[in-house]
């Protein structure tokens, strides 16, 4: 995966678990994200049993590979192998990025979390094909996330690695985006920002043009 | 991986985390439990950060080869990847056993817990090696084990299945592990009876002498 062909797919990165909406299935959910711009996909799905992850990623999988986007399995590389993801998310706790890596090969993508300068520092050392930096804002969808950060830790890893691959998370919405982006971020990663919206498709279009507000 | 090569294997199955008991680290528990007599070894653990559960995996997997004992790991088939296990232990929250050995390759064991007919059933159609059957008896080591099931279905899994590799597992002590025998047990899988010991060898060396007093 180069860097600019990489870059280029992350201006919004959807996380989503498995769990209905209002009566919409998480795969309905991903659909219209998908038709309304969304440029990758994560499964973060911590409940579930594996079977049944197994085969709703296999749907997920399929709609993104139609709509040409990315698809990525969050922490567990044996699952985005059965998968065949097109790479991984893994957190500080998580497989280490260079670990993942024996196990997917250089074609995958390998996306790290980091929190912190050091988790950063960490994370690039693993050859971490991108970051994704926060919780940046409050954020109530993922309890272990820690206290909000901002966007200086963006600026910081801008400058330190401008060639860096990076995408903010954490209570990002249409109203805050642009600051994700002028910080320095490639794209943001949101969850509840489209998957629990009345209307995904609209949600994820009302995104990106905010954030092309900014360029 | 043959069924009377495996059954030889199952008698005493140790299943511990990395957690220390009275100063003593796990790898130092196994390294006397291995000289007491334990006959496979389970790492299941479930907070270590997986940089560290990989650290101190290999350390044991070293250990357990050392005395030509079988290396298992619980849930993450990445991980036994990583670490050339001799297999995984899956529950039935886990990756399947089929999509396991996908991962795994034929060579390698793979365990599936059941605590219902149903389950075991599922085990068997996924192409288990062996069944960890409980729990038997009432435990405070695994928190979401369910209430005891006794010998019972370890019984009728005999009856049904009289070729099939199994072990008893939860609340076994030398007082008990004879019943779990005399039901149709190939072994029993201890976690507390052996690493929440003052002498893990000799808790291993007992938990064998009185299984012996059965047959």
Request: charged fraction near 25%; charge should be negative; hydrophobic fraction near 40%.
């Amino acid at each position: 995966m180069f860097k600019e062909q990489l870059r280029g797919l992350l201006p919004l990165y959807l996380v989503t678990d498995l769990s209905e909406y209002e009566g919409k299935s998480a795969l309905h959910i991903v659909r219209e994200a998908l038709q309304g711009g969304v440029t990758m996909v994560q499964l973060r799905e911590k409940k579930a049993q594996l079977r049944d992850t197994l085969q709703a990623g296999a749907a997920i999988r399929e709609l993104c590979r139609e709509h040409g986007v990315p698809f990525i399995v969050n922490d567990r590389v044996d699952v985005a192998l059965l998968l065949d993801a097109d790479g991984v998310h893994v957190g500080q706790d998580d497989l280490p990025a260079r670990e993942a890596r024996k196990l997917l090969g250089e074609g995958k993508i390998i996306g790290v979390s980091a929190g912190t300068m050091e988790e950063a520092e960490w994370a690039m050392e693993q050859g971490a094909d991108y970051l994704g930096v926060g919780a940046v804002y409050a954020t109530l969808t993922k309890g272990d996330a820690g206290a909000p950060i901002g966007t200086g830790l963006i600026a910081q890893i801008k400058e330190r690695w401008p060639q860096v691959c990076m995408v903010g998370i954490g209570g990002i919405h249409p109203g805050n985006s642009k600051e994700v982006i002028a910080a320095g971020a490639d794209g943001v990663a949101v969850v509840s920002a489209i998957t629990r919206q009345a209307d995904p498709k609209q949600a994820a279009q009302t995104l990106l043009r905010h954030m092309k507000e900014t360029q």
